[in-house]
């Protein structure tokens, strides 16, 4: 039999993609062989079902591709999310969705086909492995050479100088020479140089002893001796006064330091990695970083490329901090649509990737699940402020985008109004400003709930 909407049942059978069609009240008319394959389901149980006692997707709550398509009458194509077989097993698939409709034009429900990706997401993953070092996340030729050769650099003690502007990763790239190298089970110390006024620097450099100033009651040791056995990280060492840099000099060339306040130098088994994103030789021929500092902490050299020289890496890393919060938050949000990559990878990054990373944690703010649209992006990359916006070919005003993400907090957290404050980030004021602004009317049924 044909089913209302004019799909043969034969045709669909010799189709390799998952198809379904539903009515208006979401329940299945329609179910392909393959759809029996996809999901374990057959079509007997299938029909008559609502989907989403079929899909058990992370897309059923609230961002149905299928919903969306029938309400806007637009066809919506190749998204990724995920299935649940009845055997639990989560199954990858990419979905298109359009509106069913009868000749004269009027909706009688929806058609949905489904690809299974398990196979194509299993060689990602693989492929993946190979941009992934120790959480340093990258296809770009250098990073690619990089990875090649950390593990021998790692293993072979010597001083590294890691050069690279603020942001690309140079503290991460650290920690994996650490973690590579036979001194991985003792500690590795940070110490950010630029941060701290030179005579506090030297005492935690160094430590000192008991009595080496008025405040100083016992002996402290420094960041050297916590190091002892592992490494320490001197990242902005480009910042560090002459009188200190003799005393650095003095720990790679002897292996030795004296903490203030004491005569007998103290042994140092220590590995050094230092970072700036400075010139150094520029400072070297200005005189004010030494000359024989330079040679010795630049024997083995590790330059990082800003994310505008390596935009290859922004779908990769944009995914890494999409699972990274995922995990932290407890949210299931899929990525990033095609149209806020877009946008993303038209942007210059001056913070490099800690300002991408900071760029998907903001989305979070606003994007609970399926996937960060343009919107949920900070205020900057919103082309026209206070003017239209068009996503996915619909024109949204940004009032109305934010009345929607004060709408849908509410309604997520019951009308309780903290909890809304808590999760957009704003406080209770702007929220009852908000409130009377766009004029949102709290349900009947919530009002004698607390709020
Ligand atoms: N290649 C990468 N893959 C994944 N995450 C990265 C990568 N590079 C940097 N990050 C992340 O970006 C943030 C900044 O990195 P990191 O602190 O290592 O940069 P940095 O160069 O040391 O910065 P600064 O010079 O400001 O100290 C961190 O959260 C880090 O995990």
């Given at each position: 039999m044909k089913p209302e909407g004019g799909l043969s049942p034969q045709i669909l059978d010799s189709?390799?993609?998952?198809?379904?069609?539903?009515?208006?009240?979401?329940?299945?008319?329609?179910?392909?062989?393959?759809a029996e394959v996809i999901t374990g389901i057959s079509q007997k149980d299938a029909l008559g079902c609502p989907c989403r006692d079929i899909f058990h997707s992370d897309i059923c709550d609230g961002a149905c591709i299928l919903k969306q398509s029938i309400e806007s009458g637009r066809p919506i194509t190749n998204k990724s999310i995920h299935i649940i077989k009845p055997t639990g097993e989560k199954i990858p698939v990419s979905i298109s969705a359009a509106p069913l409709k009868k000749?004269?034009?009027?909706?009688?429900?929806?058609?949905?086909?489904?690809?299974?990706?398990?196979?194509?997401?299993?060689?990602?993953?693989?492929?993946?492995?190979?941009?992934?070092?120790?959480?340093i996340i990258s296809k770009n030729d250098s990073m690619q050479r990089l990875f090649h050769i950390?593990?021998?650099?790692?293993?072979?003690?010597?001083?590294?100088?890691?050069?690279?502007?603020?942001?690309?990763?140079?503290?991460?790239?650290?920690?994996?020479?650490?973690?590579?190298?036979?001194?991985?089970?003792?500690?590795?110390?940070?110490?950010n140089c630029g941060a701290?006024?030179?005579?506090?620097?030297?005492?935690?450099?160094?430590?000192?002893?008991?009595?080496?100033?008025?405040?100083?009651?016992?002996d402290k040791p420094g960041y050297f001796a916590r190091a002892e056995g592992g490494t320490i990280f001197l990242d902005e060492i480009g910042d560090v006064s002459p009188a200190l840099q003799v005393k650095l000099l003095r720990v790679l060339q002897e292996r030795t330091y004296v903490p203030l306040g004491g005569v007998m130098p103290v042994k140092a088994d220590v590995r050094v990695i230092a970072a700036t994103n400075k010139d150094l030789e520029t400072l070297v021929q200005e005189a004010k970083f030494r000359q024989d500092l330079y040679y010795r902490i630049n024997i083995a050299q590790v330059k990082l490329p800003s994310l505008q020289n390596r935009k290859e890496d922004i779908p990769l890393l944009a995914d890494h901090f999409v699972r990274r919060f995922n995990h932290l938050k407890g949210r299931h949000v899929l990525g990033l649509a095609p149209e806020t990559l877009a946008i993303l990878m038209k942007y210059d990054y001056p913070g490099n990737i800690r300002e991408l990373e900071n760029i998907i944690e903001y989305a979070f703010i606003l994007c609970?699940?399926?996937?960060?649209?343009?919107?949920?992006?900070?205020?900057?990359?919103?082309?026209?402020?206070?003017?239209?916006?068009?996503?996915?070919?619909?024109?949204?005003?940004?009032?109305?985008?934010?009345?929607?993400?004060?709408?849908?907090?509410?309604?997520?957290?019951?009308?309780?109004?903290?909890?809304?404050?808590?999760?957009?980030?704003?406080?209770?004021?702007?929220?009852?400003?908000?409130?009377?602004?766009?004029?949102?009317?709290?349900?009947?049924?919530?009002?004698?709930?607390?709020?």
């Open positions: 189709v390799a993609d998952g198809v379904f069609t539903v009515d208006h009240q979401w329940k299945i008319t329609t179910f392909n062989r393959a000749e004269n034009g009027e909706i009688i429900g929806g058609v949905e086909t489904f690809r299974d990706m398990s196979e194509v997401t299993q060689l990602r993953k693989e492929l993946q492995k190979s941009y992934n070092l120790y959480d950390l593990p021998d650099l790692a293993k072979s003690d010597s001083t590294v100088l890691i050069l690279g502007e603020s942001g690309t990763g140079k503290e991460l790239v650290a920690r994996a020479v650490h973690n590579l190298s036979d001194r991985n089970r003792k500690p590795m110390v940070v110490v701290l006024p030179d005579t506090l620097l030297e005492s935690e450099l160094f430590g000192y002893l008991a009595g080496a100033f008025t405040d100083a009651k016992k609970h699940h399926g996937l960060i649209l343009p919107e949920h992006l900070p205020e900057k990359f919103q082309s026209h402020p206070g003017k239209d916006l068009h996503v996915t070919g619909k024109t949204f005003k940004l009032a109305e985008i934010k009345k929607a993400a004060v709408l849908e907090s509410l309604n997520r957290n019951n009308w309780k109004r903290m909890a809304v404050c808590r999760e957009l980030g704003i406080s209770k004021g702007t929220l009852r400003r908000m409130i009377q602004e766009y004029q949102i009317v709290e349900p009947e049924s919530w009002r004698h709930h607390e709020s």
